[in-house]
């Protein structure tokens, strides 16, 4: 929310509202990817609480023609809301304190008409990620992975889409949580191509990031490459995810990670903003994506 060539590409950077990535492309229909950290319902941000920006975050995915989008920090009602306002989408994830409704979800919204749900399930990153509801190593809070297998109709292609949100305190926990990923995803997905959306928590230069995109695991599927590194056409917009509902700056630290089997086409972090307010304390992250058939 990966190819192991990571090609140099040029950073643009955006002042205004990065305008929606054309879809066309020589490779066929692109699967348009966003991860986007939603910020969970707090009355206390005011005039930036979940109910004054339900809308526009609906409204931006629509927009932007996110194909699947990875959630992070949507709790139950919020989702409930984006089942009335994106009608076209479905949605599969659980609840991170009780594997139901309650706590955070790391949800994948899906649109209907473009992806088939073959299979989902929940784990928890922690040293017995069956377990529901477990806190491990350092982390401050619950952590999981949402993922899914998945057939996009444009191409026949079946590959497995999973989303997270790293512990926002715990060093060894993000790291640990990042070793779980890669080896869960070699049972889970095998030949089959692997996206990956999330929040992690970390830049580039963390030891987290660089488990999930470099060395190997052993029992591991191969190093994830960063969208933002990797795309054909270079990335558009800025070089941070952060808002803090006031303005851009501090770290990248959500992503959009691939493996073998899929080309980043196209990637952009969306500045979008109405009246210096954002939708969120962190910016949507976009791209489009190439799927290769195995």
Known sequence: MIALALA????????????SIPSATSTGTPLRVMSFNIR???PGDGINAWPNRKAWVANLIRFHDADVVGVQEALHGMLLDL??????????GVGRKDG???????AILYKRNRVEMIENKTFW?????????????DAA??????????????????YVHLNTHFDHVGEQARKESAKLIRTRLATIAGTLPVIVTGDLNVPPTSDAYATLTSGTIEGGLAPLVDGYLSSRDGHYGPTTTSTSFKEIGGNRIDYVLVSRGIDVLKHAILT???DQRFPSDHLPVIASLGLRCR
Do not use: M
């Open 40 to 42: 969970y319902n707090n």
């Open 141 to 158: 809070l619950e952590r999981i992975a949402t993922w899914g297998r998945f057939r996009d109709r444009a191409t026949g292609c079946t």
């Open 83 to 92: 089942d009335t306002l994106l009608p076209e989408y479905e949605r599969v």
């Open 8 to 19: 140099a590409c040029a950073t643009t950077q955006s002042t205004g509202s990065a305008s």
């Open 125 to 137: 990153l922690s040293t017995n990620p069956e377990a529901v509801g477990v806190k491990a190593w």
């Open 272 to 274: 979008d903003r109405w």
């Open 100 to 106: 139901q409704n309650a706590g955070e979800y790391s």
